[in-house]
C-alpha cells in the first residue's frame, strides 16, 4: 500500500518576541544623558587623536590650526548627535579629507578609520540610551586636559620653522590653502625618520618633506569595551 503524500505544511512564522526579550525603550532623561556624554567622549577622541594634536601643537596649517580642528570637533560631533545613522565609510572619508585638504596630514597608521569605528559605536549606544563606551573613555581620561580644554603654549619660531615656510611656499602654501574640507556636507612611498615614541605611547614618524605634507605614524587605543 502506498504511503500517502501530503502536501508540506506552511512556514510557520518565527514566534514574536515577548516583551521581556524586547530590549527597553530609553526615556528621554537616557537619551539625554547619552548624548552628554557621547560629546564628552568625541571630546576625548579628538584631544588624545595624535595626527590632529601634532597637527595642533605644531601648527601646520598656520596660526588657526587649533580654531579649525576645534570646528572639525564640532562638525562631526553635531553629524554625530542629529544622525539616526551613520555610515562608517562615510565618516571615515570626512575625517581623512579634513587632514589632508584642513590638516596637510596623510594618516599612516588607519587613525582615521579606527577614529571613525569608534564614533559609529558611541553613536549607536547613544542611540540605545547606552553609554558604555563612552564611560569607558571618560574614565581613562579623567584628569588629563588635552589641546581642546587648553591651548598648546606659543611655539617657538626658530630655524627649522623658516625650512618649513619655504616647503610650503614652494608648495602653493602648504598647510590651510585653498577651500576647506569642513565646508563639505557630512554625510606610494614615505620617506621616514627614526619613529619617537611620546609620553602616551604613540609611535611619530617626522614630517615628510617631499611635498610639503606631514605623515603621522601611531595607533590610537582603543577603549576596553572595544577590545574585550
Partial sequence: METPCFPPAPPVAPPLPSPEQQPPVPSPEQLQH????????????FGEWTALRLAVENEWAGGGTRERALALLQRVRDGLLASAVVHRDELEDVIDNALVDDFNIEADDESPLEIATLLCALHTEARAGVTKTADVLLAR???????VEVPPPPRQRGEDDSSDEDIDDDNDGGGGGGTSAMDEDMGGGCVRAAPEVDEDGFQMVSPR???GAKVVSGR???????TE
Fill in 141 to 147: 581620561s579623567a584628569g588629563k586636559r588635552t589641546w
Fill in 209 to 211: 618633506r617631499g611635498r
Fill in 220 to 226: 590610537q587605543p582603543a577603549p576596553q569595551s572595544m
Fill in 34 to 45: 547619552a548624548a552628554e556624554q557621547l560629546t564628552r567622549a568625541v571630546h576625548v577622541i
